[in-house]
T-cell receptor
């Protein structure tokens, strides 16, 4: 079973920030939070990952709470091309158990 | 990031036949994964394909139904055998690469069994 909980769907206006929440209350100390997205009819795409510090790359920002029980993926200026299903996944950073266990994710609709 | 291609991109097959899906990566990778995504569902791991050894199958998936080959570090095949309509899914090839163990996916093969 997936170790994360996400809202099934969200809407966002084009040009505004999209904030996608994720709960992972049972996360272990050696587990990282990874975010992926899947645009319709394509394979999933890696976005970002983090352990306990906030992270930012060219695609998004990841905010992890101090207790690490939840996180938020931020798309600062959403575009129509960001419409996709977003998956939040926790897994050990290293070691043989690197399987990703996928939940149903959040279906983000960016509206013009 | 790894660039992954899959063939075929889609196919419509008859019940009882088999289909082999190819996965080609543009760089050498140790671990390759095969996933299934049924309509409206999330991704389910079928097996891990390691070069030089037999694939490791997840619970609910068996080698007779989903034989996998991994002849080298850039290529793998998944065969869906004796297909039934329940096998209609998107099949995805994936690899792990990079310092952060990011996982990269191919575009998928959309299989419809009639």
């Amino acid at each position: 079973d997936a170790k994360t909980t996400q809202p099934p769907s969200m809407d966002c206006a084009e040009g505004r920030a999209a904030n996608l929440p994720c709960n992972h209350s049972t996360i272990s100390g050696n587990e990282y939070v990874y975010w992926y997205r899947q645009i319709h009819s394509q394979g999933p795409q890696y976005i970002i990952h983090g352990l306990k510090n906030n992270e930012t790359n060219e695609m998004a920002s990841l905010i992890i709470t101090e207790d690490r029980k939840s996180s938020t993926l931020i798309l600062p200026h959403a575009t129509l091309r960001d419409t996709a299903v977003y998956y939040c996944i926790v897994r050990p950073y290293a070691g043989n158990n690197r399987k990703l266990i996928w939940g149903l994710g959040t279906s983000l609709a960016v509206n013009p | 990031s790894a660039v992954i291609s899959q063939k075929p991109s889609r196919d419509i097959c008859q019940r009882g036949t088999s289909l082999t899906i190819q996965c080609q990566v543009d760089s050498q990778v140790t671990m390759m994964f095969w996933y299934r995504q049924q309509p409206g569902q999330s991704l389910t791991l079928i097996a891990t394909a390691n070069q030089g050894s037999e694939a490791t199958y997840e619970s609910g998936f068996v080698i007779d139904k989903f034989p996998i080959s991994r002849p080298n570090l850039t290529f793998s095949t998944l065969t869906v055998s004796n297909m039934s309509p329940e096998d209609s899914s998107i099949y995805l090839c994936s690899v792990v690469q990079g310092a952060a163990y990011e996982q990269y996916f191919g575009p998928g093969t959309r299989l419809t069994v009639t």
